[in-house]
């Protein structure tokens, strides 16, 4: 309790220790000079931007809006975005270009420093030199009058080319002058008399009379440089000593110019621009105070020596220096620089109705027209500022950087705190709400002073977040917060939620205004700007975002203010832009650009950083001018009507084919091995082109538009043989609806596998794939039906060779006792008898196991050897004895040269089926009595032979198939499954011969 008694005590006596009324400091009251208020921007090229040399001692405009430049290392042509050095496959006479202007007929003329006169025309050049008629190579002006007549001065005289009588030669025109006249400039007034100025000022008159003026002054001082006359019938003379000027037949000089005047220009808003040689440039504006001003220094040229002063169609002024080419562009933005301001990290700016402007920058700055001064309290001058809020009553309050805030009425001034009254001690923002309440933003919440006393405002009331931004109460009387991480409204004592609180849940929300249309708008930090239209329900409303793809300059808002007009004025990062209020109608609901015009900074202010996120970070004054915070001032926008800008010219200066550049002339034709096709894009345009925005298309592949990046490129990659078109469009943010257009047809060739031919050889090929793939299916098919055939045909023979042939020898032994029966019985017969039963008995055993072996070798399991020579005696006994108990009695004889042959199972299978067939063949239809079967080694190949001397018979295939002699067929087919041949030798009365001629691996001895 003691210790808070104490604080309250010294509290009140540093309160009453406050002076009554802010001091002004004395060293601030001064206003800056006039020349550092600039009304210009400025653009800079040099050698590093692609000038021959850096200086520029001539500029033409031609009529396609491409400048000219003449410098002492060569002549250049600049559209804007590229500059190209000239005449490099055609080397000048001389590089250095001292003076160039057009001729009616299209032709460039330039005049060099030794070189003679130059004529371009069609990208050709003519040299005019002593053949010519010129006997001095240093020209330094030459000039077109209205009558078509060139003139051509030099260092050694005055030359004129009249096509119509001398055609393309110069005629000497001070042939009788006792000295020749060293010419510098040439022009020609209202009345068409042509002045002459160099070593002394000459006049010719249209009749042809020549008069001479001689200048004030000492001579050495006289010799003219430049001469002009201007609108209002003044004739202006620069000379080596200064500026002097013709009125009334009397010339008169210029006071306070004390240089030589080089290079004169009358700009269309009727100012005198003076180039000077070592002291600038300077501007007069003609009238009854004829106001002279130097408009450089400061480092607005890279050099004070001007050589050429030139205005182009746009009204830009161009600067040719020993040092560089300047560009100045007027800007309706006006820097104020605050004294003493250093480089604050911050700043805040305010005003009230008497047109007063407050900035904070960590010192606090009043701004009465234009000028600014730092401004103290007694007690706060130890503080750094960061905002002033003017409240209703008239008392100022004013937040600071880690010291609260106070509040200055009059004699009172009033200090509030953290944690007695704030949330904390780093001000943000200020807002007088309804009630006369103060609610005050800071880094950690929000404070409300009313008059029931403070009340704090953290997450913990349900603030969307601690770090609060922005403040506003709108006409409905809610109070919206903006913070780092969310929108909060306060309605009826208690935070509520609605669509727009929902919808910016994430975003910064650095900046909110209500229009005079009701709605809300909001500024984000990353998300550009939304606008917010409530609806007939609670938490209902519309919400619409723009960004850069709609045409902002920016995704960073710092400040939306809105003028009387209803245009709004926009702030980001580093841009100033204002939107008709229209625009913002017409964009919500069409898919063309907004139209923005952006602001540039004056030069002493380009690269300024516009300040946001504290507020106020704009202010509208009462006379509809705009006032922004920035890094370098207080930037000051007067209400400026600005004419619609035409559409800057879109032309495609680039194609590059996989890495190889190629002239942009269309039709252009792409090879067929072209993987990757790039086109370059830029304008013709002199002006600044920050706002310049491209669209493209290709026809033929592209189906809608693409927004062009900043790189200004379009690549494609794997295009298809065809035609195409490339399309580009060009644009101005501040004029949308204006577009230029460009396009450039190309072809791409067809790689053979994409021609008529290479489809029709596919076609073939397919179609002679499917027709082999058919034949081999057939093929299959009639492999696979071959191979059920030759099966059938194997069981055809193996039920011939052991079924049917068993079942016909037990039939003949059943035959041969069905005739015993008719015998008489005796012991003879009765024996006979019992040996055909034995037989036939044997027979059918042999027959079921020879079927059985059939059937097991067709489960293709692992075979043994057999000995062949055993199985073949078997074979031969086994017919003898079959023979001999049936009526034919044929002995079967059995020789062979090796003594045991061990082949597979299979094969002797083979070997004996077939030879069994044989033998039989011959026991049972050859009638011989005797049959030989002989086994034979003829090296690696067996021969087996079976022989008989019986009745023989026909061999050819038609008749054994005729007669049913399906054996001998299964026979040759056996044979031939086993790799061998089998050769059929017989003849009717002399017998038969069966030879099988094998190669059979196996062991023989």
């Not at 500059?83 to 080397?91: D, I, L, N, S």
């Not at 370098?632 to 010219?649: D, I, K, Q, W, Y």
Request: with cysteine; net charge neutral.
């Amino acid at each position: 309790m003691v210790f808070r008694f104490a604080l309250v005590v010294v509290c009140l006596g540093a309160w009453c220790a406050l002076p009554a009324r802010p001091q002004v400091r004395p060293e601030s009251t001064q206003a800056l000079p006039a020349q550092q208020q600039f009304e210009y921007t400025r653009t800079l090229w040099r050698i590093s931007d692609g000038l021959p040399e850096d200086t520029v001692q001539a500029i033409v405009e031609s009529s396609e809006g491409v400048l000219w430049i003449g410098t002492t290392g060569g002549l250049t042509r600049f559209d804007g975005s590229h500059m190209e050095v000239t005449a490099r496959a055609q080397p000048l006479l001389a590089n250095s270009i001292f003076t160039l202007t057009f001729g009616r007929d299209g032709s460039l003329w330039a005049g060099t420093e030794g070189g003679g006169l130059l004529r371009l025309r069609n990208g050709a050049v003519k040299a005019y030199s002593f053949s010519e008629g010129l006997t001095d190579g240093f020209v330094r002006k030459v000039f077109e009058d209205s009558r078509g007549r060139l003139w051509v001065g030099t260092d050694d005289g005055l030359f004129v080319m009249d096509a119509a009588s001398t055609g393309e030669r110069l005629r000497r025109v001070d042939v009788g002058a006792i000295v020749p006249q060293a010419v510098h400039s040439i022009t020609e007034d209202k009345t068409g008399r042509i002045w002459v100025g160099g070593s002394r000022l000459t006049a010719f008159d249209p009749d042809g009379t020549e008069r001479e003026f001689v200048l004030p002054g000492v001579y050495s001082q006289n010799r003219v440089k430049s001469v002009l006359e201007t609108r209002d019938g003044r004739l202006w003379v620069g000379t080596v000593g200064g500026l002097q000027y013709l009125e009334k037949g009397k010339f008169h000089t210029v006071a306070g110019i004390r240089a030589t005047v080089r290079t004169l220009l009358e700009s269309s808003d009727g100012t005198l621009w003076i180039g000077t040689i070592g002291n600038g440039v300077w501007t007069l504006h003609p009238g009854s105070s004829d106001t002279l001003r130097r408009i450089s220094g400061q480092g607005l040229l890279p050099s004070e020596t001007v050589l050429y002063l030139f205005e182009d169609d746009q009204r830009q002024i161009w600067i040719g220096t020993q040092a560089g080419l300047v560009r100045l562009n007027k800007t309706p933005v006006r820097v104020v620089a605050l004294p003493e301001s250093g480089d604050p990290d911050f700043g805040t700016i305010s005003g009230d109705e008497h047109g007063d402007v407050w900035v904070a920058a960590q010192n606090l700055y009043l701004i009465r027209k234009n000028v600014a001064r730092r401004v103290t309290y007694g007690g706060l001058t130890n503080i750094k500022v960061r905002n002033v809020y003017r409240a209703r009553d008239g008392a100022l309050w004013i937040g600071t950087d880690g010291s609260g805030a106070y509040r200055v009425d009059g004699d009172e001034v009033r200090h509030y705190t953290a944690p007695a009254e704030l949330t904390n001690n780093f001000i943000r923002g200020f807002l007088e709400s309804r009630d006369g309440a103060m609610w005050i933003a800071t880094d950690e919440g929000v404070s409300r002073i009313g008059t029931e006393g403070a009340k704090k405002f953290t997450e913990a009331n349900g603030l969307a977040f601690f770090s609060t931004r922005s403040l506003l109460q709108d006409s409905g009387g809610s109070l919206w917060i903006g913070t780092d991480h969310g929108l909060s409204r306060w309605k009826n004592g208690r935070f509520e939620q609605d669509a727009a609180t929902a919808a910016l849940a994430q975003d910064q929300v650095w900046s909110i205004l209500e229009d005079r249309s009701g709605a809300l708008w909001f500024g984000t930090r990353d998300h550009g700007l939304f606008r917010y239209r409530a609806g007939p329900g609670t938490g209902k409303g519309s919400l619409q975002q723009f960004t850069a793809s709609e045409g902002l300059p920016s995704n960073s808002v710092y400040q939306v203010l809105q003028d009387r007009t209803g245009r709004f004025w926009v702030t980001g990062p580093n841009t100033i832009a204002s939107v008709a209020e229209t625009e913002m109608e017409r964009a919500a609901s069409a898919a063309q650009p907004l139209s923005v015009q952006t602001y540039r900074m004056p030069f002493g202010a380009d690269g300024a950083q516009m300040y946001g996120g504290r507020q106020p970070a704009g202010y509208l004054a009462p006379d509809d001018s705009v006032w922004f915070p920035t890094s370098r001032g207080a930037a000051h926008l007067a209400r400026v009507e600005t004419a619609a800008e035409p559409a800057p010219r879109a032309s495609v200066d680039g194609v590059i084919e996989d890495g190889q550049s190629v002239a942009p002339n269309g039709p252009l034709k792409v090879a067929a091995n072209v993987v990757r096709l790039s086109f370059a894009f830029t304008v013709v345009s002199l002006r600044p082109q920050d706002g310049v925005r491209f669209r493209y298309k290709l026809e033929g592949f592209d189906p809608s538009w693409n927004t062009a990046g900043v790189n200004r490129e379009a690549t494609y990659t794997n295009l298809r043989a065809g035609s195409y078109r490339f399309r580009v469009r060009a644009f101005n943010t501040a004029n949308p609806e204006s577009v230029s257009e460009f396009d450039l047809v190309l072809v791409k060739a067809q790689v053979f596998y994409e021609t008529w031919w290479f489809y029709a050889l596919c076609g073939v090929i397919v179609l002679a794939v499917a027709w082999s793939l058919y034949q081999v299916r057939v093929r299959g098919m009639r492999t696979r039906f071959a191979a059920v055939l030759e099966e059938r045909s194997r069981l055809a023979r193996e039920m011939h060779d052991t079924v049917i042939q068993g079942c016909a020898g037990i039939s003949a032994l059943l035959e041969a006792m069905a005739s015993t029966q008719e015998l008489k019985a005796g012991s003879e017969q009765g024996a006979t008898k019992d040996g055909l039963l034995e037989v036939a008995r044997v027979q059918a055993r042999t027959t079921i196991d020879e079927a059985r072996q059939a059937i097991w070798n067709m489960r293709h399991e692992p075979e043994k050897d057999v000995d062949l020579i055993a199985a073949l005696k078997g074979v031969a006994a086994q017919t003898t004895r079959e023979s001999e108990a049936g009526e034919s009695r044929t002995v079967v004889v059995f020789e062979h040269d090796v003594e045991r042959m061990a082949v597979g199972a299979s094969v002797a299978h083979e070997i004996l089926m077939t030879v069994r067939e044989a033998v039989y063949n011959s026991v049972q239809h050859s009638r011989s009595g005797r049959v030989e079967l002989q086994l034979k080694m003829r090296g690696e190949e067996l021969v087996i032979s079976i022989a008989d001397k019986g009745c023989g018979f026909a061999t050819d295939r038609e008749n054994v198939v005729a007669e049913g002699h399906y054996g001998i067929v299964g026979m040759r087919e056996r044979v031939q499954r086993l790799g061998g041949r089998m050769e059929l030798t017989s003849a009717r009365g002399v017998g038969t011969r069966v030879q099988l001629r094998l190669r059979v691996r196996g062991d023989s001895r």
